[in-house]
């Protein structure tokens, strides 16, 4: 099993009190040496986990034609789930995958019936009657049915059910005598013992059991908010890049960067001269389009506004980092403009805007700019914080982000 590597992105920092501050003043301190012909040695690409294709070593067989699959075969994105319809935690799950395949195009969903023989009374006669509705093409149909019914059937004796859903699905559109004929049928329970044998040499430890893109997920992680955040950072995957921007920033000239946002726009003066790697990195991600449609996901009263990550996670990266450039520059008004990181040299396309002096970020963050009209729009994005997980408002996005250079 492949373990997830994510780039987990804290800025474990207090929040310090906002303050008035006389319209920001540009800083005119000395310019620090940089070597372009360096730049190779300043950039690195990185592979990270899980924006990566469906694994190809993985322990479970791959998705085949035998297999019960809903949605694009070319997704991005393909879940698999071991379950069956009786199971408590088999039918929580199915209401996470509902709202997922609701809210995501980008996914493949592939049911694996695995019934609980013995531990619950009519686990296996269930499976049969969604295997029996395939007959029909209808598995998806029962499918929905016997979640959707499941307060009705589960207090049925089990000798009443076949009887019972024959009669109930027929609302569906199920072919009743069609229905009635396959469950009784040796070859479909022929059919749901071999799916059973298959499920146990894989020594499945509990249901449900998920896999995406081959990689088993903990069960902690089985709710709708973690694994639509793992379907984001892989869709991420798609678009980052397999090699470092080129430097292409003039450091005699001035950059100043629009962001267009749903609240208003925010005009940014860029420092070419302070922090070259972090400007042209920034420069080229904007006019790459790379933070069109971006939340951001981090907004701290008092604090800072975060963003840049496409996958709204707090976790995304454009696919390199590049290293810290400590100048004499602070964060010691509002308004002025760092590079997110996980650590030193760690940067990539996350950014913040502070709200007040901060001044314990000093000696960390790349600090590439500074706003210079619109800190009241920042000010009013929605208060969120996407790095905590849980249940938040949806964030204000970046409309786009045009550069002026004169």
């Given at each position: 099993m492949k373990k997830f590597f994510a780039i987990l992105f804290l800025l474990i920092l207090s929040a310090c009190a906002a303050q008035t501050n006389a319209a920001p003043t540009l800083p005119n301190a000395p310019t620090p040496t940089f070597d372009p012909q360096a730049y190779a040695d300043s950039c690195t690409i990185i592979s990270a986990q899980p924006t990566s294709a469906p694994s190809a070593d993985s322990y479970f067989p791959p998705v085949s034609a035998a297999d019960f699959t809903f949605g694009a075969a070319d997704a991005p994105v393909t879940i698999v789930e071991y379950c069956d319809f009786q199971t408590n935690s088999c039918r929580g799950m199915s209401a996470v995958i509902a709202k997922l395949m609701k809210n995501r195009s980008n996914v493949r969903f592939v049911f694996r019936p695995y019934p609980v023989v013995g531990a619950l009374d009519k686990s296996d006669k269930a499976v049969i009657a969604a295997l029996a509705a395939d007959e029909q093409g209808k598995f998806w149909t029962m499918?929905?049915?016997?979640?959707?019914?499941?307060?009705?059937?589960?207090?049925?004796?089990?000798?009443?059910?076949?009887?019972?859903?024959?009669?109930?699905?027929?609302?569906?559109?199920?072919?009743?005598n069609q229905l009635e004929a396959a469950i009784n049928n040796s070859k479909t329970t022929t059919r749901m013992a071999s799916m059973l044998e298959s499920a146990k040499k894989l020594n499945i430890p509990a249901l449900p059991m998920v896999l995406v893109n081959g990689n088993l997920q903990q069960s902690y992680v089985l709710t709708y908010e973690n694994l639509s955040a793992t379907v984001d950072l892989i869709a991420l995957g798609q678009k980052q890049f397999a090699q470092c921007p080129p430097f292409d920033v003039d450091r005699m000239k001035q950059y100043i960067a629009t962001i267009h946002t749903d609240k208003g726009d925010i005009a940014i003066q860029l420092f070419p001269d302070k922090a070259p790697l972090a400007v042209n990195s920034f420069v080229f991600l904007a006019r790459q389009k790379w933070f069109d449609g971006v939340s951001f996901?981090?907004?701290?009263?008092?604090?800072?506004?975060?963003?840049?990550?496409?996958?709204?996670?707090?976790?995304?990266?454009?696919?390199?980092?590049?290293?810290?450039?400590?100048?004499?520059?602070?964060?010691?008004?509002?308004?002025?403009?760092?590079?997110?990181?996980?650590?030193?040299?760690?940067?990539?396309?996350?950014?913040?805007i502070t709200f007040a002096p901060a001044p314990n970020l000093d000696g960390g963050y790349t600090i590439f700019g500074q706003v210079i009209s619109g800190l009241d729009v920042a000010e009013n994005l929605t208060p969120r914080d996407a790095s905590q997980g849980g249940i938040f408002p949806e964030g204000d996005k970046i409309i786009s982000v045009d550069i002026e250079v004169k």
């Open positions: 499918y929905d049915f016997l979640f959707v019914t499941y307060p009705q059937w589960d207090k049925l004796r089990p000798e009443d059910f076949n009887a019972w859903v024959v009669k109930e699905s027929a609302q569906t559109g199920i072919d009743p996901h981090r907004v701290i009263p008092g604090f800072v506004a975060q963003a840049g990550d496409p996958s709204g996670t707090g976790r995304g990266n454009p696919g390199y980092f590049f290293k810290n450039e400590i100048s004499d520059l602070k964060f010691d008004k509002p308004g002025m403009v760092g590079m997110a990181n996980s650590g030193a040299d760690t940067n990539g396309s996350q950014f913040f």
